[in-house]
């Protein structure tokens, strides 16, 4: 079992940047696929980006490629999500996930989520 918490989410005005960070703890984070997602109110909650355990492997929703960037460093046990040219319709919780595989369909561990508000 992998705990996860989320970090750096904040109010910044559009064009600005945050970075988000993911710390895991409990079983080595390099045994895991990390995601990132978010859920805006009266929304679902929307695949982000994944890296796979090597970070070799990367993908983006279409909706932030070229804006964002994920990135993980195992030594720390720690992912990172880079938010470039925020939007208004950034604005959601984001949430880290864990799955043990690239093929599992559904992430199993979740961190607790923090708030990224972007203001117009």
């Known amino acids: 079992q992998v705990q996860l918490a989320e970090s750096g989410g904040g109010v910044v005005q559009a064009g600005g940047s945050l970075r988000l960070s993911c710390a895991a703890s409990?079983?080595?984070?390099?045994?895991?696929?990390m995601g990132w997602f978010r859920q805006a109110p009266g929304k679902e909650r929307e695949f982000v980006a994944a890296i796979n355990r090597s970070g070799d492997t990367i993908n983006y929703a279409d909706s932030v490629k070229g804006r964002f960037t994920i990135s993980r460093d195992n030594a720390k046990n720690t992912g990172f999500l880079q938010m470039n040219s925020l939007k208004p319709e950034d604005t959601a919780v984001y949430y880290c996930a864990a799955k043990q595989f690239w093929w599992f369909q559904d992430y199993k561990y979740w961190g607790q989520g923090t708030q990224v508000t972007v203001s117009s």
């Open positions: 409990g079983r080595t984070f390099n045994s895991y696929v």
